[in-house]
């Protein structure tokens, strides 16, 4: 536009599903704007962004990556995120700071589900999209039918920008060789590494290319009286008009504009250059957005990364005012500012409102904190929770002597990424680390060991099985050592029963006529509690009650330490009289699907054992059911993985702590062999 002036640094992040073609358009984005001189690949790894180990390892994405640019004079910062749904947490710390987010998708109508759950994640933030449909050179669908998959998971209008043009390729099949622009009118024509060239209009082309144009104003209008105005008078809109309230509906979150090309050709690419300079809206909206109130100088953390030898970076998007190496901010002095690129970075002295940086050793500062000189955080500023873990493996290092180690790396590792988590099992007394899946676990692990030479071993959690009693019974024991001196005397008489479920343990002192002091009525309780930490099936016991009725003791040679043990000794005798059965956890989960797939989770449920107890309609998501269910604890392990598989990855679950449930037959007793095995092979050693 003439005598535009220049825009504020603005910031995209480019999402989308795995194999999408996001690394392939930054790629294609840096090199039209100048910033790299040849595009790598992902499967050269070559990349600016997946330079990792991780990433090379698996030839994809595990983490964001941000490189900075310039087109026409103004500075822009791109975030690749990852597309793998285990990885999502990255992205959506980078969405949360953007001022746009561009979604690449694939041509392909049975692959539009899987943009479901990151739709709905902009749509509730408010975060403004463009679609950008990839690999349009290879597509298979038309245009019409692509959007029309595409539209049945957005709840905002999707609005087409350009129309394909096709023509016969080598082979004879149709290919797409380029594109209309529909508020221009103007044909283009793709070349690999260079603009569009303009073209004539194919005369074909006419009837499409209007009826797409009706649908854009169409729509459009319904946020505009005036255009729509125009439409029912049948005025013509000027492109002026137009192109002013498309970029207004975009910024306000209302349409999806929708972009065509094929970035791994460099094709389409300048077209969205365009769009995004025109249409989006300034930092100030995303700030706005944050709940950041005025002109302070601050900066979000979208993301933490603690690296071997450059220690902590926090990734930040600076609004209100230029930020000097040096600052104080919350309190903590900033040690060194880098614009990024990839895992590279460059040492600038300041970083200006709108643009992406890097802060060194900010040791308190962690993603989604809010960073200022005033070090106050306005009541509207808000991120959203981390996504709850799916998945868990226990963690065990090869070297004893790591162990200490391996906590502190680990809580660098859930800085980096706030989706990972781990703590201690208190009932198995193992170290669980949580995650999003088997994929986010391993990269974990890889940098466990890249990044502070700290291999690990793995395996699945142990379960938290209980055991209880069905029946009653009263035992008698005595505890008698006499070895020189003073000896050692306790006898007791105790009863035992069940409770209900959910009870706990219940002791009882029913003692009369002082046949057991009343020092000693504690140090049996004691006893008996010792005793229940692992039953005759070998795992703790619960909902059982115990009461001492009757004993004997010796002046001289009675002591809490006899009547403890004579009190163990009772619970180990009369135990296996009371009919232990094992007690399994079982979870109350709620599955979320598309309803096309809600039969194949009932079959997923059941077939794990589970119990359906209620399913309907996902508040706030069209098209989805939720099924609420009782599952036991042992089935949940791997279920996540499943699931995905069923339902194109976008199916998700969210579990809790129910109830202890009995379990008996062929499952009870393999469990108990295996608990009986590993205590042997404990005592061996």
Known sequence: MPGRALAAPRCAAIVGPYLSGKTALLESLLFATGAISRKGTAKEGNTVGDSSPEAKARKMSVEVSAAVTQYLGETWSFLDCPGSVELAQDAR??????????????????????????FKFLDDNKI??????????????????????????????????????????????????????????????????????????????????????????????????????????????????????LSKDLADDLIVPVLLGAAERDAGVHRLLKALRHDVPGPEAAAKRLGI???????????????????????????????????TLNGQRISGIQK????????????????IAAFGRLDQAKTGDLLSASGRTPPGFKWPEPMRPLFSLAVDVENRNDEVKLTAALAKLGEDDPSLTFGHD???????????????????????????????????????????????????????????????????????????????????????????????IGSVEEGIRDYLARGPLGFPVVDVAASLFDGQYHSVDSSDMAFKTAARMAMQEAMPKCGPVLLEPIFAVEVSAPNEFTARVHNLITGRRGQILNFGAKDGWAGWDMVEALLPQSELHDMIIELRSLTLGVGNFAYKFDHLQELTGRLADKVVEQRQAIGSHSAAH
């Open 93 to 118: 710390n980078a969405l949360m700071v953007c001022d746009v987010a561009i979604v690449v998708a694939e041509p392909l109508v049975d692959k539009a589900l899987t943009l479901a759950p990151l």
């Open 128 to 245: 403004p999209h463009i679609l950008f449909i990839n690999k349009m050179d290879h597509a298979s669908h038309p245009a019409r039918d692509i959007m029309h998959a595409l539209q049945g998971v957005s709840s905002r209008p999707l609005v087409l920008r350009q129309v394909p043009i096709r023509a016969s390729g080598k082979n004879g099949e149709d290919e797409v060789t380029g594109y209309v622009d529909l508020i221009s009118g103007r044909a283009y024509q793709y070349h690999p590494g260079q603009e569009s060239d303009l073209i004539k209009l194919p005369e074909a082309m006419l009837p499409r290319e209007q009826e797409a144009r009706t649908a854009l104003l169409e729509t459009l209008a319904d946020f505009d009286d005036h255009l729509m105005e125009e439409l029912l008078s049948d005025a013509v809109p000027s492109k002026e008009e137009i192109y002013q309230q």
């Open 293 to 327: 109130e005025g002109n302070e100088a601050s900066a979000v953390v979208f993301k933490t990364s603690n690296q071997q030898h450059a220690g902590k970076l926090s990734y930040v998007r600076v609004f209100g005012a230029k930020i000097a190496d040096g600052a």
């Open 340 to 355: 990024p690129k990839g895992h590279a970075g460059e040492k600038i002295p300041a970083a200006n409102p709108g643009e």
């Open 426 to 520: 208190a009932d198995t007394h193992e170290l669980l680390l949580y995650g999003q899946g088997e994929v986010h676990l391993n990269v974990a692990f890889d940098r466990l060991k890249n990044r502070f030479n700290l291999p690990v071993k793995h395996r699945r959690p142990s379960i938290s099985y209980r055991e209880t009693i069905r029946g009653q019974v009263k035992q008698h024991a005595r505890f008698k050592r006499q070895s020189g001196g003073h000896g050692q005397f306790g006898d007791v008489h105790i009863e035992v029963w069940p409770l209900g479920r959910g009870t706990g343990f219940e002791f009882h002192d029913r003692v009369v006529g002082g046949s057991v002091p009343r020092t000693f």
